[in-house]
C-alpha cells in the first residue's frame, strides 16, 4: 500500500506538470481573445513529430530538434491567428469549429508525411533515478523541471511585463482596455506565438513520455479541455490547480483501479463543474 501512495505521488506530480503546460496555451489564448483554439492539441502532437524528425530521421543534434519543433509549432499557430482566426476574432462558434476542422487536416498531413505506425522518440534525459525508493524515468523528471520553469516564466511574463500586463487587462476587461491604448491585435498576435512554443515544448515531452502516433492528439485535447473547464476558462491559476486535479486523479485511476477507466473520472469532475459552477474553481 505504501510502494502504491508513493508511486501516485511521484507520477501525479510528473503527470500534472506535463498536463499544465499543455493546457497553459490553451487558456492563456481563450484569456486574451476568448476563443477555443482545438487546432492547440494539434500543435503538441506536430512538436513531437518535427522534433522526432529532425533528430531521429535527419540526425539533426538534440538541442537544435528542440528549436526547430518549438517554431515549427509557434509558426502554425501564429500561422492559425493570422490566417483564419483575426477576422472571426468576435465569432467564437466559427473559430472553435475551424479550429477544429484544422486539426483534422494537421492529422492527416502527419499521416502523409510520417504514415499509420506507431513511433517510438527517445528520452530527452536518459536513465533512471530513485526517488522515494521508486524508479522514477530521467524523462520525467526532465519534463516536470521543464514543465515548471515554463510556467514560472509564462506567470513572471504576464505580472511582470508590460505586454504580460495587457495580456491581463485584455482578460478582464477587453472594452477598458482598448480604450486605454492597448493594441489587441499586438496581444493576441504575441499570445498565439507563446502558445504555440509551449505546445512544442510539450509535445517533445509528451511524445518521448509515450510514443508518436497520428491520433496522440485526441487525449491532450480532451484533457485540455476538461482542465480549463475546471479551473475556469482563461484562469492561468485555475489551470495550474486543475491540471493536478486531473493528473492525480488519472494516475490513481491507472495504477489502483484499472487503466482503461483513467480519462473517465476527470470527463466527471469536469460534468459536475459544469453543473454545480459553470464559470469553474477560479472563473469569474
Known amino acids: 500500500m505504501l510502494a502504491l501512495a508513493q508511486s501516485i505521488a511521484i507520477n501525479g506530480a510528473l503527470l500534472s506538470g506535463l498536463y499544465a503546460l499543455i493546457s497553459l496555451g490553451f487558456t ?5 481573445g476568448r476563443v477555443l483554439n482545438l487546432a492547440h492539441a494539434a500543435y503538441v502532437m506536430l512538436g513531437g513529430y518535427v522534433y522526432f524528425h529532425c533528430l531521429q530521421i ?9 528549436l526547430i519543433a518549438i517554431a515549427v509549432c509557434a509558426g502554425a499557430s501564429l500561422a492559425t491567428y493570422v490566417g483564419l482566426v483575426r477576422r472571426y476574432l468576435y465569432n467564437p462558434t466559427i473559430v472553435f469549429v475551424s479550429t477544429f476542422i484544422l486539426a483534422l487536416v494537421i492529422n492527416y498531413l502527419v499521416v502523409l508525411i510520417w504514415g499509420m505506425e506507431t513511433k517510438n522518440v527517445w528520452p530527452v534525459v536518459s536513465g533512471l533515478t530513485q526517488v522515494m525508493g521508486q524508479p522514477v524515468s530521467n524523462n520525467m523528471i526532465a519534463s516536470l523541471v521543464v514543465s515548471w520553469v515554463c510556467i514560472s516564466g509564462v506567470l513572471l511574463f504576464v505580472r511582470k511585463t508590460h505586454m504580460g500586463r495587457a495580456m491581463r487587462a485584455l482578460a478582464m476587461d477587453r472594452k477598458g482596455a482598448i480604450v486605454s491604448g492597448i493594441n489587441p491585435d499586438r496581444v493576441n498576435l504575441l499570445t498565439w ?3 504555440g512554443g509551449l505546445a512544442g515544448i510539450a509535445g517533445i515531452f509528451f511524445g518521448s513520455y509515450t510514443y508518436l502516433v497520428p491520433a496522440m492528439w ?16 482563461g484562469s492561468i491559476e485555475g489551470t495550474l490547480v486543475a491540471a493536478h486535479i486531473v493528473g492525480y486523479m488519472q494516475t490513481t485511476t491507472t495504477l489502483a483501479i484499472d487503466e482503461r477507466l483513467r480519462g473517465v473520472f476527470a470527463l466527471i469532475i469536469m460534468i459536475i463543474v459544469l453543473v454545480v459552477r459553470p464559470k469553474g474553481l477560479f472563473g469569474k
Open 28 to 32: 492563456m489564448i481563450y484569456g486574451v
Open 58 to 66: 535527419v540526425g539533426i543534434p538534440e538541442p537544435i530538434s528542440m
Open 193 to 195: 506565438t507563446m502558445a
Open 218 to 233: 485526441h487525449m491532450p485535447m480532451v484533457m485540455s479541455f476538461a482542465i480549463v473547464i475546471i479551473g475556469g476558462l
